[in-house]
């Protein structure tokens, strides 16, 4: 076994053990989060069994499922999305965790290929009210949502946040309630959801306790960036 192979067993060991003593019973996926990291990671990643990934800069996740189009990936666009990249999003995502805005909503509902299934999407929901971090104000949940519902080719399936980073445990927690709360105040409106996009490598274990539905993971499954690949993601921020 790989050294990703075996960090994906350990944590996928992990996500069971925390549900397992958790008050929610819903299944819990992980989505590895790619960006940064070689195609030929992803290759091993997936020949461990992990089938879902998620990108955050266009212009690198294009080269990289260029390269790994022998794979059944599932690829999710997790990043902040540019009106003018609608369209390859569109085009090359089974889902969209990052909208916030209806604008964007529009343009991918209408650049979605007829021959595709509609796009599966989350709503960015900034809990933590950063000034510096895409998602849309709470209160603002519901008209978006609604929407959003009514857009042919998208699939609205959720909620996606990204708390405050903090080492305070509880402080984590309660934003990842916040952010439940959210969601079951759209559920409880008429929202046929059933997707909570939250917890990443350092805080998914609170998140799950939270009702996760999706972790997405990094560094945890593989491993801290080098210098160069941190740099080669501070050269896609402008894709």
Excluded at 137 to 149: R, V, W
Aim: glycine share 6%; with cysteine.
């Amino acid at each position: 076994m790989t050294i990703i192979s075996n960090r994906l067993q350990d944590i996928l060991a992990i996500i069971e053990s925390v549900k397992a003593v958790g008050h929610y019973p819903q299944q819990v996926n992980l989505l590895a989060v790619s960006k940064a990291q070689p195609a030929s990671a992803v290759r091993e990643a997936y020949v461990a069994g992990q089938i879902m990934f998620g990108e955050n800069y266009l212009q690198e996740a294009l080269d990289k499922q260029a390269l790994l189009t022998d794979l059944a990936i599932e690829w999710h666009f997790i990043g902040p999305i540019q009106s003018n990249k609608t369209q390859l999003i569109a085009q090359n995502f089974a889902w969209v965790h990052s909208i916030d805005r209806l604008k964007v909503a529009q343009r991918l509902s209408d650049a979605r290929p007829a021959n595709l299934p509609p796009l599966q999407v989350c709503i960015q929901v900034n809990i933590s009210h950063e000034s510096s971090k895409s998602g849309v104000a709470p209160d603002e949940l519901e008209a978006l949502a609604t929407a959003i519902s009514k857009l042919p080719q998208l699939k609205l399936r959720g909620l996606m946040a990204i708390p405050e980073p903090s080492s305070d445990n509880n402080k984590q927690l309660i934003q990842f309630k916040q952010v439940r709360e959210c969601y079951d105040a759209l559920v409880a409106k008429g929202f046929a959801l059933d997707t909570l996009s939250i917890g990443m490598s350092d805080d998914y274990q609170i998140a799950i306790e939270q009702g996760a539905t999706i972790v997405r993971i990094g560094s945890a499954l593989f491993g801290k960036r080098t210098s160069a690949l941190a740099q080669k993601v501070i050269n896609f921020k402008g894709c």
